[in-house]
């Protein structure tokens, strides 16, 4: 209809409705873009979470049925895991204690994606029972701890530089199933980008190069 209207109008009426219908049309795929543009993230998990079945989340088992006795369903523990499988290229861990089997099983599944993952812990609590920064440091991923004499207590985690995740929750069973914690969860520069500092600057400072076994 348009091209043969155009046709029989005087070009400079032509040439003006034109004009008017590409801007109509650039600006509606403009808001087409903008509603296909998701809101940045903003959430809170509170602890302890419920037990639920994780294997889903975790590709487990395999092409069998799941056979988990837990029941399914959303929890605390879930959305947490779901945000860090959300990685597509890199993943910066900065933790106190770690031996949640479900986080580490999530860690090593993005690792065995090739997402880059690096991880700064605590000296002392990394060689507890249940640990699983052995675990994470034979599947290659890269571990560095600190020589203080204080703890490296930090809890939060950056996901492709671009969402944190922080609050209280150690990543331990313990501290998941029992006890009261919290995580903020917040895709905001404001935000991630001085903890990515503050992580880039303890990992240079807890290069194994600079480490002193034998102090005089």
């Given at each position: 209809?348009?091209?043969?209207?155009?046709?029989?109008?005087?070009?400079?009426?032509?040439?003006?409705?034109?004009?008017?219908?590409?801007?109509?049309?650039?600006?509606?795929?403009?808001w087409?873009?903008?509603?296909?543009?998701?809101?940045?993230?903003?959430?809170?998990?509170?602890?302890?979470?419920?037990l639920?079945?994780?294997?889903a989340?975790?590709?487990?088992?395999?092409p069998?049925?799941?056979?988990?006795?837990?029941?399914?369903?959303d929890?605390?523990?879930?959305?947490?895991?779901?945000?860090?499988?959300?990685?597509?290229?890199?993943?910066?861990?900065?933790?106190?204690?770690?031996?949640?089997?479900?986080?580490?099983?999530?860690?090593?599944?993005?690792?065995?994606?090739?997402?880059?993952?690096r991880?700064?812990?605590?000296?002392?609590?990394?060689?507890l029972?249940?640990?699983?920064?052995?675990?994470?440091r034979?599947?290659?991923?890269?571990?560095?701890?600190?020589?203080?004499?204080?703890?490296?207590?930090?809890?939060?985690?950056i996901?492709?530089?671009?969402?944190?995740?922080?609050g209280?929750l150690?990543?331990?069973?313990?501290?998941?199933?029992?006890?009261?914690e919290?995580v903020?969860?917040?895709?905001?520069?404001?935000?991630?980008?001085?903890?990515?500092?503050?992580?880039?600057?303890?990992?240079?400072?807890?290069?194994?190069?600079?480490?002193?076994?034998?102090?005089?």
């Open positions: 209809m348009w091209p043969g209207r155009l046709a029989t109008l005087p070009w400079r009426w032509a040439g003006g409705m034109a004009l008017a219908l590409g801007l109509v049309l650039l600006a509606a795929r403009g087409r873009r903008r509603r296909r543009r998701r809101a940045p993230r903003r959430e809170v998990l509170f602890f302890p979470s419920p639920t079945c994780t294997a989340l975790l590709g487990e088992p395999g069998a049925p799941c056979l988990c006795p837990l029941p399914p369903g929890s605390p523990l879930g959305r947490l895991l779901r945000r860090l499988l959300s990685a597509r290229r890199s993943l910066e861990l900065c933790l106190f204690a770690f031996s949640s089997p479900q986080l580490g099983r999530a860690v090593q599944l993005l690792h065995r994606r090739g997402v880059r993952v991880l700064l812990t605590d000296a002392d609590y990394m060689a029972p249940g640990s699983q920064i052995g675990r994470l034979q599947a290659g991923i890269q571990v560095r701890h600190d020589q203080e004499s204080g703890y490296m207590h930090h809890k939060f985690a996901v492709d530089k671009k969402m944190l995740i922080t209280s150690n990543w331990t069973t313990q501290a998941i199933q029992n006890n009261r919290n903020l969860i917040v895709e905001d520069a404001e935000y991630v980008e001085p903890f990515l500092a503050e992580f880039e600057r303890i990992w240079e400072e807890y290069n194994p190069a600079n480490y002193i076994f034998f102090p005089k």
